[in-house]
């Protein structure tokens, strides 16, 4: 049982865990009735709203699974080392440093980067490069908020992220499998599209150390190395920064990184995923299913060489 909530959530939009099941049965089964108009209770017309437009309904998986099946090599390369080690992890206070090619550069606390902001509950498809997926009910609010918020100069045509760089905190930086810090980035329009978010929870419920806390982004249409954890730094760019995972092997990991079932991986397919909890494999879909949002980003582009 989850009683401890998203600490930034308002005190209404707070249900635990249980309740969040039952609500959700609820606002499906309503949803199928054409009755969701009218209800009260703890049923949030904010989440009515975010489930119609942003989520998908498939089948949530497991709170178990999404933090103990994780992917965090600060804190070890195993899946299941950073459920174990990432305790270490010091995330309150936290502070995000912008700076670049804004207008608001600074450094910020990360309740008063939070404070305006309204959170909200959004189920994506999350997809693995190495071919797993799951459906994870991200709490959080559009990058798009903080951006505007910052006010980007019109130089600034990318964002750039970067983890916390803590070897006493994060054992795995005192290894040399990454260069660290991890280091993400984004085209300004990825970063503005209304899909990409920065979560601060999962299931109603504060971010555990392992799944990226307190603050990670969430990019549901690329494969998931995008979404980095544990966001300390952001930086506006005239040029396109290189990613951890492009620094570590330039032939098989690039920027753009889009799910797409005909752009394999030099060493694999790409055309299947595997839906942690379930057995068979399914069809990937082009960029994970948003197709409808996306696409239009990446007109005239070529997929395979922009992997
Ligand atoms: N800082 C940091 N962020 C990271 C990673 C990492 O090793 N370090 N791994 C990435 C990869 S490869 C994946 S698949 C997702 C996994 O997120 P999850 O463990 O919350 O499912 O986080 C991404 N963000
Ligand atoms: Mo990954």
């Not at 260069?179 to 970063?191: C, F, K, N, S, V």
């Amino acid at each position: 049982m989850f009683i401890q909530k998203n600490k930034y959530l308002k005190d209404n939009q707070v249900t635990d865990y249980s309740v969040y099941k039952k609500r959700r049965h609820f606002i499906k089964t309503m949803a199928g009735l054409g009755l969701i108009a009218s209800t009260g209770g703890i049923i949030q017309p904010r989440s009515a709203h975010a489930v119609g437009r942003f989520s998908t309904n498939e089948k949530p998986t497991s709170f178990d699974d999404i933090s103990s099946y994780c992917n965090y090599y600060e804190f070890g390369t195993a899946k299941s080392d950073p459920k174990r080690n990432a305790h270490s992890l010091v995330t309150s206070p936290w502070s995000v440093v912008v700076e670049g090619e804004c207008e608001r550069a600074g450094r910020y606390n990360l309740e008063d980067l939070l404070k305006p902001v309204s959170i909200e509950e959004r189920n994506y498809r999350f997809r693995c490069v190495e071919g797993w997926s799951m459906v994870i009910p991200w709490m959080g609010f559009p990058l798009a908020t903080l951006i505007k918020r910052m006010q980007p100069t019109s130089k600034a045509k990318y964002v750039y992220f970067e983890t916390l760089l803590d070897s006493e905190h994060m054992p795995g930086q005192r290894t040399k499998v990454l260069d660290w810090p991890y280091t993400e980035g984004l085209r300004m329009d990825e970063a503005m599209n209304p899909l990409t978010l920065l979560a601060t929870g999962i299931y109603g419920k504060d971010l555990l150390n392992q799944n990226g806390a307190p603050l990670r982004l969430v990019v549901p249409w690329k494969y998931g190395f995008k979404s980095i954890k544990s966001i300390a730094k952001i930086r506006f760019m005239a040029e396109q920064p290189v990613n951890s995972w492009q620094k570590a092997n330039m032939t098989e990991y690039g920027f753009y990184s889009n799910v797409n079932p005909k752009v394999n991986h030099p060493r694999w397919s790409q055309r299947k995923e595997r839906r942690i909890g379930e057995f068979r494999k399914r069809k990937t879909l082009l960029f994970n299913g948003y197709s409808e949002q996306v696409a239009s980003l990446y007109k005239g582009m070529d997929l395979k060489k922009n992997f």
